[in-house]
């Protein structure tokens, strides 16, 4: 633990929460398929059931491959304890769900992501919790309203599809003086880029299916943070089953070996791509923190060491129509729902960031029906600058 300690982010995405092979034993994590996990010694099982001693005993609670893709993200954030979960957005229902009761108040922003806005407007009211959603960029207003009670205060930076930037530090520094949990949904980011728990976060979620994996070819869900709330956000995980299968784990470990040197790449291209379409013709307004005359550049380049391979834009005109023959004329880009992937990924709120949310919930949570969503991969940049060049010339 100590040697991590001095090992940067490349070493630590490729070796940690590993043992360096010894006696034969195999170099790169086993997938463990096994439901159950026996014993002959019945005390030594309920020490293992019980948690006093560590063991498997079946694997909708613990499995030895997904312990090791917990740990590993465990040690890229920082934090104490982590725990796992079968998507993204269960990572998240287990935070909200596994921590809040009847009655509490989560403060949170107008911009988060779409499965978890719907959790706030739709689930929320039927389960006796408030949510009070800011404009994402008025600290002022979010903090006033930590100030009259706040239970847990949910963050996202940058946001999803808007590419807003929370003052993590700020926000967090209040809602603690009010004896509040924060937690920080840090999906776009990645390790790499930024650590909300080195900021004053308390829970860290990933949509690990995301740049974590980076080959959209396993869902998974990643929370970690302060061990006393991973043991409750665990515990509610644990019963209602929504559990990480092994073979996703161990897909994910795989992913994350690279995740440096991905996402690394992702932010040079990102940043060339964003400069390009902000000097286009045809584009009204490009959306990405790495651009100096964004909103949250200043707060971006003091909470962040990169900025990330997400960004957002707009056509001139706004027309919906405009951007139906705009998406089909990308030639390096899925049209799909998905982003963090080694190939670009392009679409539109309605198909990707907000789907689960109706056209009227999308204008009243500041979402362009036009805005495009680009998600840069690891693609030679000047190939993808040409794809998009050529897109734009004929609409």
């Known amino acids: 633990m100590e040697k991590e300690k001095l090992w940067d982010m ?13 006696h034969g034993e195999p170099t790169q994590i086993p997938v463990v398929h096994s439901v159950s996990f026996g014993y002959q010694d019945v005390d030594e099982w309920l020490k293992a059931a019980l948690g ?5 005993i079946y694997s909708r609670n613990t499995n030895p491959t997904v312990d090791a893709l917990e740990e590993k993200v465990r040690i890229l954030e920082g934090a104490e304890a982590a725990t796992s979960f079968s998507t993204g957005m269960g990572a998240i229902s287990g935070v909200l769900f596994g921590l809040l009761s009847k009655g509490q108040k989560v403060v949170s922003l107008r911009d988060t992501y779409g499965g978890t806005s719907k959790i706030f407007m739709e689930f929320f009211p039927k389960s006796g919790l408030e949510a009070v959603l800011c ?15 706040c239970d847990l205060l949910y963050l996202e930076t940058p946001t999803n599809p808007t590419m807003k930037i929370v003052d993590i530090k700020r926000l967090a520094h209040k809602a603690k003086a009010k004896g509040a949990i924060v937690a920080c949904d840090n999906t776009f980011a990645t390790p790499i880029n930024q ?10 979620i990933h949509s690990a ?22 043991s409750k956000i665990f515990h509610y995980k644990e019963i209602i089953g929504a559990t990480l299968h092994p073979m996703s784990a161990y897909l994910l470990l795989r992913g994350i070996k690279t995740l440096e040197l991905r ?29 100096e005359f964004h ?13 990330g391979g997400m960004l957002s834009f707009t056509l001139k005109g706004n027309s919906f129509e405009t951007v139906k023959k705009f998406l089909p004329r990308l030639k390096l880009a899925h049209k799909a729902a998905n982003l963090g992937a080694v190939e670009t990924i392009a679409g539109v709120p ?32 000047k190939d993808l600058i040409e794809d998009l060049d050529s897109a734009l010339k004929e609409v």
């Not at 490349?10 to 010894?22: F, H, I, P, R």
């Not at 404009?135 to 009670?149: L, M, S, V």
């Not at 996402?263 to 790495?290: C, D, T, W």
């Not at 056209?359 to 693609?379: D, H, Q």
């Open 10 to 22: 490349g070493t630590l995405s490729v070796w940690g929460g590993e043992k360096q092979a010894t």
């Open 195 to 204: 650590n909300p728990i080195a900021l004053g976060a308390d829970l860290v």
């Open 135 to 149: 404009p994402t960029t008025d600290f002022e207003q979010i903090e006033n309203e930590i100030e009259k009670g």
């Open 263 to 291: 996402v690394k790449r992702q932010n040079r291209n990102a940043m060339e791509i964003a400069s390009f379409l902000s000097r286009h013709p045809k584009v009204e307004q490009v959306f990405y923190p790495g651009l």
């Open 52 to 56: 006093i001693k560590k063991g498997h």
């Open 209 to 230: 299916t995301k740049y974590l994996g980076g080959h959209a070819d396993a869902l998974g869900g990643i929370v970690c943070g302060k061990k006393e709330l991973i």
């Open 295 to 307: 909103e949250g550049h200043d707060i971006a380049k003091k909470q962040m060491r990169g900025y």
């Open 350 to 381: 309605a198909t990707t960031s907000h789907v689960e949310c109706s056209a009227e919930e999308r204008k009243a949570l500041g979402i362009p029906e036009t805005l495009i969503r680009y998600s840069v991969g690891i693609e030679n940049v």
